[in-house]
């Protein structure tokens, strides 16, 4: 399903507006010591991802303004964190994720609704004084997995608490996507694992205090554009100067390794199974993790509609483990994009954020220039 921009609120008529306002305190607790703290901020780039390129966005920048020249529109098709999306950020923006959760974030970074800036430092405020002392969705589900079952509890009260405040019309649509945004960040930051949800560390530290900050939101482009759709699908109708397409290189689901972060920002609460809390992730699944690969990467750029086409990938070939190793073949990349122009490769030498087990040396990420005809 494609969503943009603005989504289709909940049926929730029925829920209080706030709990701040109209629970018992049995609850919670608020800090009242705390509330004057001062507020941390954080960017788009205080995130951990697998294939974030945020370490190699000077080189890529460098490219992209050297072999594109002037351009007015940039796409970031498999956006991710929006790290390259960031750089152009005078630009008139497309950027996607099949991911909600990454959607969600996009709002926050690119989104052009207006949002109250003191209204979010309230509401964050708020959140970081509460100790919340009942279970609910996601204490039971995930308390002393990922996190400790306190922090569980504030994670599970603080979301719905966005929800609800949504509902009531007391956020739109922007700023609840900012303070998810803010839920989502601080709840990375003391995860209990080593970057990814795949699997938590047994006998971890969980001792570490959630705490919500403030995002550093630059000056949006009016005309930017969000999408959270299949990319094939997209790219039939949407069309940029540059398009960036940075996919999935092997076959590790970037649900499978989100998937926490995935139900957080949905919020449905589904159920969850296995030692790691899976939620089902059937509808989340990329063709370009599978053998399909090849056959999805040239009917998206058969149907691309722009004048370069800016491709990462790496040269991991066959130089790891089975799931570690490229779904796309040089040969094939190179074949399907000179059908489409004038092809130039640069390559710089990174070693990039894995899933903890694989070691490769002389990793290198590409960058594939294709001027369109």
């Known amino acids: 399903m494609l969503v943009k921009e603005q989504e289709v609120k909940k049926d929730c008529s029925n829920i209080a507006i706030s709990e701040f306002s109209s629970r018992p305190p049995l609850m919670l607790v608020i800090d009242n010591k705390s509330e004057n703290q001062q507020l941390c901020s954080f960017s788009i780039n205080n995130r951990r991802y697998l ?7 000077e080189f890529i920048k460098k490219i992209i303004l050297k072999e594109c020249g002037k351009f007015e529109s940039f796409a970031d098709l498999f956006a991710g964190t929006g790290a390259v999306a960031s750089m152009f950020q005078d630009k008139h923006l497309i950027v996607n994720d099949i991911l909600y959760s990454n959607y969600v974030c996009y709002q926050t970074w690119f989104g052009t609704e207006h949002y109250s800036q003191s209204k979010i430092q309230n509401y964050i405020q708020k959140y970081n004084t509460l100790i919340i002392k009942k279970d609910n969705y996601w204490s039971k589900n995930y308390g002393n997995t990922y996190f400790s079952k306190e922090n569980c509890r504030k994670i599970g009260f603080i979301r719905e608490d966005i929800e609800q405040n949504y509902s009531a019309n007391n956020l739109n649509n922007r700023e609840k996507c900012i303070l998810i945004t803010s839920l989502l960040y601080a709840m990375d930051k003391i995860a209990n694992t080593c970057g990814h949800y795949d ?29 959270n759709t ?13 398009v960036y397409l940075d996919p999935p290189y092997n076959s590790r689901q970037y649900c499978d390794a989100y998937h926490l972060l995935e139900n957080i920002a949905r919020w449905e609460k589904p159920d969850v199974y296995g030692v790691a809390k899976k939620m089902d992730r059937t509808a989340l699944k990329s063709d370009y993790c599978t053998i399909s690969a090849t056959k999805a990467f040239e009917d998206l750029i058969k149907n691309i509609q722009t004048k370069y086409i800016i491709l ?58 294709c001027q369109c005809f």
């Open 51 to 57: 294939g974030n390129k945020y370490k190699l966005n």
């Open 199 to 227: 699997a938590y560390r047994k006998n971890g530290e969980l001792d570490k205090d959630l705490v919500l900050g403030m995002p550093l939101i630059q000056k949006t482009n009016p005309r930017n554009e969000i999408y």
């Open 230 to 242: 299949d990319i094939n699908q997209l790219a039939k109708f949407v069309s940029a100067d540059v």
């Open 312 to 369: 990462s990938y790496n040269n991991m070939a066959n130089k790891g483990n089975d799931r570690s190793n490229a779904k796309l073949l040089d040969d094939d990349i190179m074949r399907i994009l000179k059908s489409k122009g004038k092809v130039k490769v640069f390559s710089q030498d990174y070693k990039a954020f894995s899933t903890g087990k694989s070691n490769i040396e002389e990793n290198a990420e590409r960058l594939f220039v």
